[in-house]
């Protein structure tokens, strides 16, 4: 099928099957990992010391209800290898899911059955970041990580009844006809999310002057992913640099937009610019956004929980009542950077 073709087939079957367009919001544990050897990562110029970047839970639930009043997706919970036990992500996301109505969604590695047996209602599904579409290259560019263990690691998900996703990084040095094998991998793990990433060269990795994929390269995955997979629920992130790739990637197939500074955004002409590019995009589409990326007001200094929430916690609500003063605080901190930047 040809690139146009498959554009238009691509836009027709999210039609069919979505009426959503989200925005999305990676909340990090810590700026932190162990193995810090992912050759695209940033963290892997970090060469000194103890952890840093270790979060408190008050910033990470105060950033939590900040998204909600957005009206915006927690995407998932990530972070480095190394920062939190399995106890410790549990609590986290009971938090984290009691705040924002919803069960949640792992990036924090690959976690044993034992460690996935702590966790209840309050965990939607587990994310593999394979990042590419094979193993060799996979393990050139992540030499501390092991393809088969991700691999084992989506048939634990799928032993437990929990939903799966991946992340992918384009431009990482992947053949474009390789994209077969990525295909091959979510119809045999019964994949139900893609997360799609744009290569953003950081200072100090071997991809520091290397250049981003082409935008249509990107819509050209997307939408080829969207048309083999109808109903596969695909996330792609941009830059603050290529907001105008916003429009083709919803009409490609996309469902939801994440990978930004949401205090740079919020408000910001970053944020106006964003909301251009949906509001365009749903004068020719069913789907629409519900949240906002310029709404100062939204934002409030309080703790409000969903009256009618898919998750519900009465004993974590109290525990983070208990917090309340130090969540607030951070909530005011968070709120006024966002004003500051305007």
């Not at 839970?57 to 900040?66: D, G, K, Q, R, T």
């Not at 020719?284 to 898919?310: A, H, T, V, W």
Request: one cysteine or more; aromatic letters at 12%; hydrophobic letters at 40%.
């Amino acid at each position: 099928m040809e690139f146009l073709s498959r554009l238009a087939k691509a836009f027709e079957l999210t039609e069919k099957n979505f009426d959503y367009i989200n925005i999305e919001r990676a909340i990090f544990l810590s700026y932190h990992c162990d193995l810090r050897d992912c050759k695209f990562c940033y963290m892997s110029t970090i060469k000194t010391g103890p952890k840093k970047g270790i979060r408190s839970i008050e910033s990470i639930f105060a950033e939590a209800f900040l998204v909600k009043m957005a009206n915006w997706k927690v995407e998932f919970l990530s972070s480095g290898y190394g920062v939190y036990d399995a106890a410790e992500i549990s609590e986290i996301v009971r938090g984290l899911a009691t705040i924002t109505g919803e069960p949640v969604w792992l990036n924090t590695g690959i976690l044993e059955k034992e460690s996935l047996d702590i966790f209840g209602e309050e965990l939607k599904g587990i994310t593999a970041s394979i990042e590419t579409f094979t193993e060799e290259l996979f393990q050139e560019i992540c030499p501390s990580k092991s393809w088969d263990n991700l691999m084992k690691f989506l048939d634990l998900a799928n032993e437990l009844e929990l939903k799966k996703g991946l992340t992918i990084i384009l431009g990482l040095g992947e053949k474009r006809e390789d994209i077969e094998n990525l295909f091959e991998i979510i119809k045999n793990y019964k994949i139900d999310r893609v997360t799609f990433y744009s290569l953003n060269p950081h200072k100090g990795t071997i991809f520091e002057y290397s250049v981003p994929p082409s935008s249509l390269y990107y819509v050209d995955i997307v939408s080829e992913t969207r048309v083999r997979f109808p109903k596969l629920e695909i996330v792609t992130g941009i830059w603050s640099d290529r907001v105008n790739l916003v429009g083709p990637l919803l009409l490609a197939g996309s469902n939801g937009i994440t990978k930004f500074s949401w205090k740079k955004f919020y408000g910001s002409k970053l944020g106006k610019s964003l909301t251009s590019e949906i509001e365009e995009f749903e004068k020719m589409s069913n789907r629409k956004f519900n949240g906002s990326m310029i709404d100062i007001s939204l934002l409030k200094n309080k703790l409000e929980f969903p009256k009618n929430p898919q998750y519900k916690n009465e004993d974590m609500e109290k525990k983070i009542l208990e917090k309340s003063d130090e969540i607030k605080e951070r909530i005011q901190s968070y709120i006024l950077e966002i004003k500051s930047l305007k």
